[in-house]
Nanobody, 114 residues
Framework: AQVAESGGGLVQPGGSLRLSCVASGFPFNNSTMNWHRQAPGMERELVAT???????DYADSVKGRLTISRDNAKNTVYLQMNSLKYEDTAVYYCHAFGWGYEYWGQGTQVTVSS
């Protein structure tokens, strides 16, 4: 069982990226899916979460700019990131959890720079 992120890269301030996380080997439809991030020298923080029924919540620092969504038919969760700022630079991690399990991805680097 695993989750695997993709879609990171280098983007200019104000730009957009979409991260994807593909899950396998566990009941995705019954899992809460999260995106966390960790900037250099900082603790890992939760930026967005989506429940198994699609209810989403966000950290205050990203509200209105980042959108989490899920496609249960594809076992995939997305993070659409718009109006990116320098301070969004971090490694972004996908995290899945449910009854008796949780899985973390390896992370994908997002760098916001001019």
């Amino acid at each position: 069982a695993q989750v695997a992120e993709s879609g990171g890269g280098l983007v200019q301030p104000g730009g957009s990226l979409r991260l994807s996380c593909v899950a396998s080997g566990f009941p995705f439809n019954n899992s809460t899916m999260n995106w966390h991030r960790q900037a250099p020298g900082m603790e890992r923080e939760l930026v967005a979460t989506i429940s198994k029924v699609g209810s989403a919540d966000y950290a205050d620092s990203v509200k209105g700019r980042l959108t989490i969504s899920r496609d249960n038919a594809k076992n995939t969760v997305y993070l659409q990131m718009n109006s990116l700022k320098y301070e969004d630079t971090a490694v972004y991690y996908c995290h899945a959890f449910g009854w008796g399990y949780e899985y973390w991805g390896q992370g994908t680097q997002v760098t916001v720079s001019s």
